[in-house]
Every structure is written in C-alpha cells, then in structure tokens.
C-alpha cells in the first residue's frame, strides 16, 4: 500500500498512521479519554467503539492521499492526530475536511491551529483539492481558533456526523 508523506511543520512532524502496535496506542489512547472526546464523540469510546473506530481508520487511510496523521513533536512524543478525510454529510457532497484530536497535555499550545494549516497547504498544493472544510461543537472555542488560524471561514451550518455543526471552509486560491 502506498502510504501517505511524512509532512513537516515549523515545530512538528506529522507521521502518516499505520496498523502498528504503537501508532494504534496513541490512537486508543486519544479515543478513550473523555477529555479528548467530550467535543467529538460525546463520551470516551467504549472497547468495541475502539475496534470499529480503528478497523474504520486502517481501512480508509492513506487513500488519494488522505487519511490520518499522528503528530509528533522535535522530543519524539506523539501529542495528537490529525486528518484530511471525505466529511460524513447526510446529504452526499464533495467536502474533504480536516481535524484533529490533541492530547490533553498539551492543549493551548497552537498545535491543532499548526497541523490544520499544514494540511490545509498539503490538500492545496500536493493533492490540488478545490477546498478543505471543516466542522466543530460549537462549545469548542479552540476548535473554531484552530480552524481559522488555519484560513477557514463559518459557513452556517452543515448536517455531519448525524448533527447540526456549524461549518468551516477554506478555497483553494491556485484554482
């Protein structure tokens, strides 16, 4: 299987995600924090959610060039995930958005705001996508500020996820 490209930042190394022991760990480990998923699943992932959750990820991934990404910083520690994946929409669209999830220890330190910008530019300038989109809880502000660090804009509201979210989207300037 082709695997998607390492990707640098000023402060990161995004690793494409692979079915290995210690990529699935860092995963799991994101998934059944409450704290991490309080704004994207609600509540931890139970250990059945866990190995659809993962099943899902490894199916996908590292398709078209999208997929998931682990993110490490220049210590080597894996202090999140981010993605560039189709958007579950209830009505079908062409929507290819972005996300992240950061470890709790290191939250409030532009992290996500830096992965969203860095995949932003890979979709744009590798991939040559027409635009990235993106959705959050409206209660998570420094989802919101890390999607517009990344030059998204709100766009109303979207049915993703099987919810209202407010929608985020960001066009391509080279097409």
């Known amino acids: 299987m082709q695997h998607n490209p390492v990707l640098k ?12 022991p210690e990529a699935n760990g860092h995963l799991i480990e994101m998934m059944q924090d409450d704290r991490v998923q309080r704004y994207i699943n609600g509540s931890a992932y139970s250990d059945q959610e866990v190995i659809t959750k993962l099943a899902a990820i490894h199916r996908f991934n590292n398709t078209n060039g999208l997929g998931y990404w682990l993110i490490y910083n220049s210590g080597k520690t894996c202090v999140g995930m981010c993605l560039l994946k ?5 009505e079908p669209t062409d ?59 709100r766009r109303g509201t979207i049915m993703a996820y099987e919810q209202e979210l407010p929608f985020f989207k960001i066009e391509n300037p080279n097409i």
């Not at 402060?11 to 079915?19: A, E, I, K, S």
């Not at 189709?86 to 209830?90: K, V």
């Not at 027409?130 to 030059?151: C, F, H, Y």
Request: aromatic share 10%; with cysteine.
């Open 9 to 20: 930042t000023t402060r990161f190394t995004l690793v494409p995600v692979t079915d290995c």
């Open 86 to 90: 189709p958007m579950p929409t209830q």
């Open 95 to 153: 929507n290819i958005e972005t996300g992240y999830w950061i470890k709790p220890d290191f939250w409030g330190k532009g992290i996500a705001g830096e992965a969203a910008t860095r995949m932003v530019k890979y979709a744009f300038d590798e991939l040559n996508l027409k635009e990235v989109t993106g959705v959050v809880d409206e209660r998570n502000i420094g989802s919101i500020r890390s999607l517009e660090k990344a030059g998204l804009t």
